[in-house]
């Protein structure tokens, strides 16, 4: 049986985040990757040079041809740049919800500032997201800061993630993982937070120092999506993903005058 997973992101000419880690995580765990390119980004290991959306034909024709002969069990979505791109995403999901004889898991990870610092989208596309794509959306994977942005919600430290997530659920997604490795809130430890409104988990691990993180959104994102393709609860993939997240971490390493990317073991 086939496990189909596509990533609907953008491209990383540094190869550390986006299509190319998206791709390396599903090939690591064993999902059969394909992807639908929204846009191309120039950049290196110090910052984004250039972000270019593919044409609006381009990215309904890569859905099109997916969806006719390839229809996916998990759908991953990652950087979204184009207002139009979003409108079209949404309607289109919600025809494979309708239409498809297994509905697709889909997963959206937020991506409008690179770990760079950099702006990736255009700047009125939050709004769209949160009226049109979040309904179409099984889970979430925001950091603090994105969860700010389409919440209106800011996380305290040591006060409970879960107001923030019943908004996030109210607004139409399924549940909601907040990842809080960006983000000090308890010292030394990674906390991330999930739930679906009637079930909780929360995970800790070791905040690794020193590492190399860019791309930690996209490959635990495309984890989660490979493990839920592969038919493991929702909880057990959350655990499974954050040690595949926490492995490359600690492999993780520069190749240029910046910072560096998670390891894929290949
Ligand atoms: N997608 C693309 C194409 C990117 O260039 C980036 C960051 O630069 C991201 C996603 C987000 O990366 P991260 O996984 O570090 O959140």
């Known amino acids: 049986m086939n496990n189909i997973v596509w990533t609907i992101a953008g491209s990383d000419s540094s190869a550390g985040a986006g299509i190319q880690a998206d791709l390396c995580t599903f090939h690591d ?4 990757g394909c992807s639908v390119i929204t846009a191309v980004t120039a950049q290196n290991s110090q910052a984004v040079q250039l972000v270019e959306s593919v044409s609006e034909k381009m990215f ?3 859905l099109t041809s997916l969806a006719e002969d390839m229809p996916a069990k998990v759908i991953k979505i990652g950087l979204l740049a184009s207002v139009e791109h979003v409108k079209i995403l949404a309607q289109q999901l919600a025809l494979y919800k309708q239409t498809w004889s297994r ?6 990870d937020p991506v409008s500032v690179a770990s760079t610092g950099d702006e990736m989208a255009e700047e009125s596309i939050n709004e769209v997201i949160k009226t049109q794509l979040l309904p179409q959306i099984d889970l ?3 950091n ?3 969860v700010l942005t389409l919440s209106g919600h800011a ?6 993630f879960k107001p923030a997530v019943d908004k996030l659920i109210s607004m139409g997604c399924g549940s909601v993982l907040i990842k809080g490795g960006h983000f000090e809130l308890v010292d030394d430890i990674a906390l991330d937070y999930w739930s679906n409104g009637k079930r909780e988990i929360a995970l800790t691990s070791p905040r690794l120092d020193n590492v190399h993180t860019h791309g930690t959104g996209c490959t635990l994102a495309s984890a989660i999506a490979t493990t839920m393709a592969l038919d493991y609860f929702i909880e057990d ?3 499974i993903a954050k040690a595949y997240l926490n492995q490359g971490l600690k492999a993780s390493k520069a190749l240029g005058a910046g910072e560096g990317s ?3 073991c290949g």
Do not use: C, M, R, W
Not at 29 to 32: K, N, V, Y
Not at 155 to 160: N, P, V
């Open 29 to 32: 765990l064993g999902a059969d």
């Open 60 to 62: 309904i024709q890569q």
């Open 103 to 108: 509905k697709p898991f889909v997963i959206y």
């Open 140 to 142: 979430l994977t925001p």
């Open 144 to 146: 603090a800061n994105e």
């Open 155 to 160: 996380l305290i430290s040591g006060e409970s």
């Open 237 to 239: 993939a959350l655990v």
């Open 262 to 264: 998670v390891a894929h």
